[in-house]
């Protein structure tokens, strides 16, 4: 993790929101669906953040299922369970 990416991940208030839901009972694997549920978000809003989080790499894809003709994914925050990006960061910053 490097803070150009944690930088890049905060410039969006959904993208906070996202993380932070992730973050919770010490690491969620939830997917863009679930995300919009609990935001209350549409959905089409969620998986674009989603997708940005990943390709940065702050969420890891760790499960696909087939829903209606269509893949559901689900994803964590990268480095597993309960290893948020943002803690980490944190305590090398001294925060």
Request: net charge negative; hydrophobic share 40%.
């Amino acid at each position: 993790m490097n803070w150009q990416l944690l930088a890049r991940a905060n410039t969006h208030p959904l993208r906070i929101s996202i993380l932070e839901v992730l973050e919770l009972d010490d690491g969620r694997c939830l997917s863009p669906n679930d995300l919009s549920w609990e935001l209350q978000m549409p959905l089409s809003n969620v998986n674009y953040h989603v997708t940005e989080l990943f390709n940065d790499g702050l969420l890891e894809l760790v499960d696909e299922r087939p829903v209606r003709g269509a893949t559901e994914h689900f994803y964590r925050l990268a480095g597993g369970e309960g290893d948020s990006p943002f803690a980490a960061e944190a305590v090398k910053a001294g925060v």
